[in-house]
């Protein structure tokens, strides 16, 4: 869905055509679920976070100016909605970067390449296991900034939007996460000091 077609969108649903909504629901609802799946690392949890998430979003949806996409606008209330449901919960989230495909299917963020020898698959698979716990490692607000960045591809302004951040904020409190999880992997003896470097430094 182009930005023009949602902007036509909220305009019904601001004119009283609640059904329209759905479009949108449809439109963002895997990668709204896959961010609060990523959240709070229980699937469940990230159903009723999704939901509890797009209600709000409906029910604030006359505040919403359009100055940015409405996607950013709704990463921001799901990342909120979290945020809280973690610090009701006081807990930390679980650390999952699992993927729902269009069938409901769950699956790893990276897929294997066949080509690789069993070897190579299994390197892999431990540096993703090591790369789940890394990120259990950081704190829920860490989790988020990273995952907004990274998973979710947000540039730093979009960033800084969703989260009512500065820029600059935004790039040091992603400085930090990274260099946390970074050293977090050398220590685990699954990331060379190289490629930390280069993650450590510039977006």
């Known amino acids: 869905m182009t930005r023009e077609q949602e902007a036509a969108v909220i305009r019904r649903v601001l004119d009283g055509d609640g059904n329209a909504f759905e479009a949108l629901v449809a439109a963002h609802e895997k990668n709204v679920y896959n961010l609060a799946l990523r959240m709070t690392g229980n699937a469940q949890d990230a159903e009723d976070m999704a939901q509890e998430a797009f209600v709000k979003a409906y029910t604030s949806l006359p505040g919403f100016r359009g100055d940015s996409k409405f996607s950013v ?71 988020q900034i990273l995952l907004l960045r990274e998973i979710q591809g947000l540039s730093y302004e979009e960033i800084a939007e969703t989260l009512d951040l500065e820029a600059g904020t935004v790039k040091s409190r992603i400085f930090r996460a990274r260099k946390k999880l970074c050293a977090f992997l050398i220590a685990d003896g699954n990331i060379p000091d190289s490629f930390a470097s280069s993650k450590q430094g510039g977006g």
């Open 73 to 143: 606008w709704l990463y921001r209330i799901v990342s909120n909605v979290c945020l809280d449901f973690l610090r009701r919960q006081n807990r930390r989230p679980a650390s999952s970067l699992s993927l729902e495909d269009e069938d409901g299917e769950e699956s790893q963020m990276d897929i294997p390449d066949e080509s690789q020898s069993p070897e190579q698959l299994l390197e892999r698979s431990l540096t993703q296991e090591a790369v789940r716990r890394g990120l259990q490692s950081l704190s829920a607000e860490q989790r």
